[in-house]
């Protein structure tokens, strides 16, 4: 007697950012200021992938006082452009507001393709700015910044 089964394997699409960091950013009221460094970003994927960054509207540490992402600028990856956040509400996470996002590689349904073996994909390049409105009150302003890396689903 032979038996056998017949099995299904699948394989599962993976994406991690493995590695970023925060832009800092220092000013006074009026300036275009950009961060001290560039940021870099560190991603790898077994499918075909875009990239995207949102920021939340900046909020001062210490009093009820914010100004809006739109005056913050991010260029890099293969976006060579600054180009500044929208400021028009989108989705929301956790109760926090999100805007519409910047793509540094693909877009909403554009996706970079995938190569073999799920190479490390690096950028070195992002450059943060920010326009700080005149007559900002002194002091730490803070947002929340995401980096989103999302796969094409088949």
């Given at each position: 007697?032979?038996?056998?089964?017949?099995?299904?394997?699948?394989?599962?699409?993976?994406?991690?950012?493995?590695?970023?960091?925060?832009?800092?950013?220092?000013?006074?009221?009026?300036?275009?200021?950009?961060?001290?460094?560039?940021?870099?970003?560190?991603?790898?994927?077994?499918?075909?992938?875009?990239?995207?960054?949102?920021?939340?509207?900046?909020?001062?540490?210490?009093?009820?006082?914010?100004?809006?992402?739109?005056?913050?600028?991010?260029?890099?990856a293969y976006s060579t452009a600054f180009r500044n956040f929208s400021n028009t509400e989108g989705q929301t996470n956790n109760g926090q507001s999100l805007f519409a996002p910047i793509y540094l590689v693909g877009g909403d349904n554009t996706y970079n393709d995938s190569e073999r073996d799920m190479p490390s994909n690096t950028f070195t390049d992002l450059q943060w700015k920010c326009a700080i409105p005149s007559g900002t009150l002194a002091g730490a302003y803070t947002a929340q910044l995401y980096y989103h890396l999302r796969v094409e689903n088949d």
């Open positions: 007697m032979t038996s056998w089964a017949n099995d299904e394997f699948g394989v599962y699409s993976y994406a991690e950012i493995t590695s970023t960091g925060w832009p800092v950013i220092g000013g006074t009221p009026g300036e275009n200021a950009s961060a001290n460094d560039n940021i870099s970003i560190t991603t790898r994927t077994n499918a075909n992938w875009s990239l995207a960054v949102n920021v939340t509207n900046l909020g001062h540490k210490n009093r009820p006082v914010s100004f809006n992402n739109d005056t913050i600028y991010l260029r890099g």
